[in-house]
């Protein structure tokens, strides 16, 4: 899988905590909900690679060689990074998903569309 990189704001890693402070300081913008939309895929997105990683993990037993406590920290730091890389890729919709359904809550926030044209492409 070929990651590009994205033309939205990049979170660049995983264990930043101030990404969530420009969503603090004005959080009635579109920016804040798209900020959040991502922030919500990217853990959507590492909780699917960590339950793939258990299922995984299940098949190859206590004998194997990545079944050490080491060997699941790091996998967990690369799963966190791919996350964050996959969401800022935006491909599985669910940003725009999350934005055309929340966006009726804001005064300056517009529906943006985009799902219903990804749809309508797609069939």
């Known amino acids: 899988m070929q990651i590009e990189p994205s033309d939205q704001p990049s979170l660049d890693f ?3 905590l101030h990404g969530l402070e420009s969503i603090k300081q ?6 804040a909900l798209q900020g959040v939309a991502r922030q919500f ?7 699917v690679l960590h339950q793939m990683r258990e299922a995984t993990d299940v098949m ?16 967990e730091m690369c ?8 969401a800022g890729q935006n491909k599985t919709g669910l940003q725009d ?4 359904q929340m ?6 926030a517009a529906p943006t569309g985009k799902t219903d044209e990804k749809l309508k492409r797609s069939s």
Not at 79 to 86: E, H, I, R, V, Y
Not at 103 to 108: A, E, K, M, Q, T
């Open 60 to 75: 190859a037993g206590d004998d194997s060689l990545v079944s050490s406590d080491s060997v699941r920290f790091y996998q």
């Open 103 to 108: 966006s009726h809550l804001l005064p300056d």
């Open 41 to 47: 895929e990217v853990q959507f997105l590492k909780e």
């Open 26 to 31: 004005n959080p009635d913008s579109a920016e």
């Open 97 to 100: 998903k999350i934005i055309d």
């Open 79 to 86: 799963d966190s990074q791919l996350a964050m890389a996959m």
């Open 14 to 16: 995983y264990q930043d």
